[in-house]
């Protein structure tokens, strides 16, 4: 027979598997950045792979885990949520990665590499913010959730002023079309570290 310590005790490795995708997402942001600040060098686009499929493997086991516990410590349309969330983020950064190691000789002027680190740091405060859900302490989700959101909105800036250089007149139909595409990639990725932060900042509002 068990004890009801045992029986609530169970689910804790939805913390464990969610903070796994969340690190994976970030170390797929950090080697983008590295990436754009030496765009003369050859991407090597092997950590880009790596993290996926860490993110992949931190996605499935939740998906299993999912079915197979009758506990969880937190609702299951939540964890299901922020492991979608978090499953994107890599997503959209391997993307990117991809298709500008496709095209960068023909972008070589513009200079991504400040849009992209802050990219990695919103994706690190998601890592602090999916940290914090196994505490559910409000406040210092709060204060997370503030940082997120000024981030954000340097990023939105930041990006912007990409809108400049496809309409500077420098360029020419199809740089313009591959920039905008660009634009259009890092922008979800924020966009989709901003979702991750919310989901996990409602999730601890729920339970407060």
């Not at 170390?27 to 003369?40: C, F, G, N, Y």
């Not at 940290?131 to 959101?149: F, I, T, V, W």
Request: aromatic content about 8%.
């Amino acid at each position: 027979m068990f004890s009801l310590q045992t029986i609530f005790g169970q689910g804790k490795q939805f913390y464990s598997l969610l903070n796994d995708a969340a690190v994976a997402a970030h170390d797929s942001t950090v080697a983008l950045h590295q990436m754009l600040k030496s765009p003369e060098r050859t991407p090597a686009l092997e950590a880009f792979k790596l993290a996926r499929q860490r993110e992949r493997v931190a996605s499935d086991k939740i998906s299993q885990a999912l079915v197979d516990s009758f506990i969880t410590p937190i609702e299951r349309e939540d964890i299901e949520s922020l492991a979608s969330a978090l499953y994107k983020i890599p997503k959209q950064v391997e993307r990117f990665a991809d298709r500008f190691a496709l095209a960068r000789h023909r972008l070589e002027d513009i200079d991504f590499a400040p849009r992209a680190a802050m990219l990695e740091q919103a994706a690190a405060v998601v890592v602090k913010m999916v940290g914090e859900l196994e505490h559910l302490r409000l406040e210092p989700m709060k204060k997370l959730n503030d940082q997120l959101r000024v981030l954000e909105a340097e990023a939105d800036r930041l990006i912007l002023e990409l809108h400049r250089d496809i309409y500077s007149g420098r360029l020419d139909a199809s740089e313009m079309f591959l920039l905008k595409e660009f634009f259009e990639i890092l922008e979800k990725a924020i966009d989709r570290c901003r979702e991750a932060g919310v989901i996990a900042y409602s999730i601890a509002l729920k339970n407060n």
